[in-house]
């Protein structure tokens, strides 16, 4: 372990020096229009949204963040969502089991991507049941859809609230007008890969729409019972009231059967997992001018799941477990931005939602248990000199069952020139505790309804979890050599961690006198470096390098165990003007725990391959692909004794 922080200390070192020196010296330092070292990761793009909630240049905005555009995601061969964050710095990427992924930033994750935000045009993706968090796997925009995806490599807390606590996803959607026409795309291959997808869209003078209707499945994770099958509609309009003013609405429905269970197993036997989920997004949005625009939005959506089975007993008869909920999240957001002065720009706002979740399963009454939260914030950006950016901000919220949190973020940005930057940051974050977390009564019943065991039950009392982090970015681009660099050296320490305990019941019952509660117990401090680094030697093709290093430490072996000490990848992408493209990446993450697991899953190494072909029809276009994905060696994935296929699939689109 020692040698490990050595190690870990002088690649730190030696980052900061090469850096400072670049500075001092001014070598390669070349003049350009727009430093794009984040953006240039994967493609130039002017401005960030999603760090501020104001439109930013991306060496003005707070921390390190990574976009993913249009162009990589189509190369990348990628059929879900999850393998977009493959490869990038700090990211972990698992199957828990079929068709259910899990994407963490930094560890500290379980089945359930609990501590960070993501957002599909603005709606947030979180899910309240359980132990609150992000499902993948309900997800029902199509990658064909998505125009770009903003990666804040950080906690920001201070300017979206609980649960951005470790990093923050934001996703966009092509614009309507940009999927006119029809188009479909089909994907076969072994393992049972089959996936479909047709869109159908329109646009008059006000009006544009698009509905996209898709299928996806496979035969899931080798020795597991977990073949899934997901169906999903995605449907958006704009609706173009005046120059300046706009009405979007948005809707969609996801329904999935997960497999589930082992075979020849009594109490874990094979069966489908039923889940659904739908919502619907309303967004009215006014550009006063060129530097100032509100927005006012509305949403609401809805989970639900089914899961029911038997568990013989030897004393004849059966338990019958059900693993029912309903879980509903009505949000309504208001934002503004507007520039100020010359120098200073700002945006501030507010939003509440209302949660409820309904389960006889885990709370053992089948009433909705409900939670109410708001919260205000404000952020501004202050550039009193062309070399130098000041971004503050800060944000209150307050939910039913928590004590009212602040969350403050500072950061100063400085230009030596044109193409670099350093960014040195401070921000707190928090996440709140889930309604499962504080009031679960999961217990475990007979034929008669009489309590076997108790799984969970709830003291509550719990407070929100916290992290103080700080960092140090160090972003370039020497544009004559196609060459970008983003680094970020950084400290988070994290407090009040809600984990699980097993307690004495005062009384207990004829068969169970203990059971789990969940309580912050647990803190844990971690430091490190990240960086990531493109490349483009010659036209066309694009070599992309990240690397992540870590140590993290707390007195819970969990917590410890569920980040890496390291991950790293290598990506070439190759776009040929004959319309043939190639894609090949290699990933590997270090050794971990996932939360809730008992062994650790190995060393995970992915070899990817992704070929494709443009053709240009009469009034269509068409384009083909071979993508390959290999895991090497046999590394456990997820949890003992299941393991990752090979996998191959041709691809077929067709748009008109």
């Known amino acids: 372990?020692?040698?490990?922080?050595?190690?870990?200390f002088k690649c730190a070192f030696l980052l900061c020096v090469f850096a400072l020196f670049l500075a001092a010296t001014g070598a390669l330092a070349l003049e350009s229009n727009e430093l794009s070292s984040e953006q240039d990761y994967f493609r130039e793009?002017?401005?960030?949204?999603?760090?501020?909630?104001?439109?930013?240049?991306?060496?003005?905005?707070?921390?390190?963040?990574?976009?993913?555009?249009?162009?990589?995601?189509?190369?990348?061969?990628?059929?879900?969502?999850?393998?977009?964050f493959v490869g990038i710095p700090g990211f972990q990427v698992g199957l828990s089991d079929g068709g259910r992924p899990v994407v963490a930033y930094h560890g500290f994750s379980g089945q359930i991507s609990q501590r960070m935000q993501v957002f599909v045009d603005g709606r947030s993706l979180y899910a309240p049941y359980m132990f609150g968090g992000v499902d993948w796997s309900s997800v029902s925009v199509p990658l064909d859809e998505i125009e770009r995806i903003e990666i804040h490599r950080g906690s920001n807390s201070a300017a979206f609230g609980a649960n951005a606590f470790l990093s923050v996803i934001q996703i966009y959607t092509r614009a309507a007008v940009q999927a006119t026409g029809a188009s479909a795309?089909?994907?076969?291959?072994?393992?049972?890969?089959?996936?479909?997808?047709?869109?159908?869209?329109?646009?008059?003078?006000?009006?544009?729409?698009?509905?996209?209707?898709?299928?996806?499945?496979?035969?899931?994770?080798?020795?597991?019972?977990?073949?899934f099958k997901t169906e999903s509609v995605d449907f958006k309009a704009e609706y173009q009231k005046s120059v300046n003013q706009s009405l979007i609405l948005i809707g969609g429905a996801n329904k999935g059967h997960f497999g589930e269970g082992l075979q020849n197993?009594?109490?874990?036997?094979?069966?489908?997992?039923?889940?659904?989920?739908?919502?619907?997004?309303?967004?009215?949005?006014?550009?006063?001018?060129?530097?100032?625009?509100?927005?006012?939005?509305?949403?609401?959506?809805?989970?639900?799941?089914?899961?029911?089975?038997?568990?013989?007993?030897?004393?004849?008869?059966?338990?019958?477990?059900?693993?029912?909920?309903?879980?509903?999240?009505?949000?309504?957001?208001?934002?503004?931005?507007r520039s100020l002065s010359q120098s200073l720009r700002a945006s501030w706002g507010g939003a509440g939602n209302l949660e409820e979740v309904q389960s006889f399963d885990l709370f053992s009454t089948d009433a909705k248990?409900?939670?109410?939260?708001?919260?205000?914030?404000?952020?501004?950006?202050?550039?009193?000199?062309?070399?130098?950016?000041?971004?503050?901000?800060?944000?209150?919220?307050?939910d039913l069952f928590s004590p009212q949190q602040f969350a403050p973020r500072f950061s100063a940005n400085w230009k030596?020139?044109?193409?670099?930057?350093?960014?040195?940051?401070y921000s707190s974050a928090f996440r709140t505790p889930s309604l499962f977390e504080q009031k679960s009564d999961w217990r475990v019943r007979d034929v008669n309804n009489q309590t076997l065991y108790i799984k969970y039950l709830s003291r509550g009392g719990l407070v929100p979890e916290h992290i103080r982090a700080k960092d140090l970015v160090y972003q370039a681009q020497w544009a004559p050599l196609g060459l970008s660099l983003d680094v970020r050296l950084f400290k988070e320490e994290l407090s009040s961690l809600i984990t699980r305990e097993l307690y004495q019941l005062s009384g207990g019952t004829n068969s169970s006198t203990v059971a789990y509660d969940l309580r912050n117990s647990a803190s844990v401090s971690q430091h490190g470096s990240e960086y990531q680094l493109s490349w483009r030697p010659f036209s066309g093709s694009t070599i992309y390098l990240s690397e992540y290093r870590a140590n993290t430490g707390s007195i819970n072996s969990s917590l410890q165990l569920s980040a890496p000490q390291s991950s790293s990848s290598l990506a070439w992408m190759h776009r040929a003007e004959n319309g043939f493209s190639l894609f090949t990446s290699y990933a590997r993450t270090g050794s971990m725990t996932w939360l809730g697991e008992s062994t650790a899953a190995g060393e995970q190494k992915l070899l990817s391959m992704s070929l494709q072909k443009a053709f240009k029809?009469?009034?269509?276009?068409?384009?083909?692909?071979?993508?390959?994905?290999?895991?090497?060696?046999?590394?456990?994935?997820?949890?003992?004794?299941?393991?990752?296929?090979?996998?191959?699939?041709?691809?077929v689109q067709i748009d008109h």
């Open 265 to 337: 197993s009594i109490a874990d036997p094979v069966r489908d997992d039923n889940k659904s989920s739908t919502f619907a997004h309303l967004k009215f949005k006014e550009l006063v001018d060129d530097g100032q625009e509100w927005s006012l939005s509305s949403s609401l959506t809805q989970d639900k799941g089914y899961d029911t089975y038997q568990v013989p007993l030897l004393s004849g008869g059966a338990v019958n477990i059900s693993k029912t909920r309903q879980a509903n999240r009505f949000s309504l957001e208001y934002q503004h931005f």
């Open 185 to 227: 795309h089909i994907r076969q291959g072994n393992n049972g890969i089959a996936d479909r997808s047709v869109r159908f869209g329109r646009s008059s003078d006000d009006v544009q729409w698009r509905v996209v209707a898709s299928q996806q499945g496979d035969q899931g994770l080798i020795n597991r019972s977990d073949n």
């Open 617 to 651: 029809l009469d009034h269509a276009s068409l384009r083909t692909s071979l993508t390959w994905r290999r895991p090497i060696g046999h590394f456990v994935e997820y949890r003992e004794l299941q393991y990752m296929p090979r996998s191959v699939w041709l691809g």
């Open 45 to 84: 793009i002017p401005q960030v949204f999603a760090v501020s909630r104001l439109p930013q240049k991306p060496q003005d905005t707070s921390g390190a963040n990574t976009l993913i555009d249009r162009e990589y995601i189509q190369a990348s061969g990628a059929r879900t969502l999850s393998d977009l």
């Open 369 to 398: 248990q409900k939670n109410l939260a708001w919260r205000i914030y404000f952020n501004q950006e202050w550039t009193p000199l062309n070399s130098l950016t000041f971004n503050a901000g800060g944000l209150f919220e307050k």
């Open 1 to 8: 372990m020692h040698y490990v922080k050595l190690v870990n």
């Open 416 to 425: 030596p020139s044109s193409n670099q930057v350093f960014k040195l940051g």
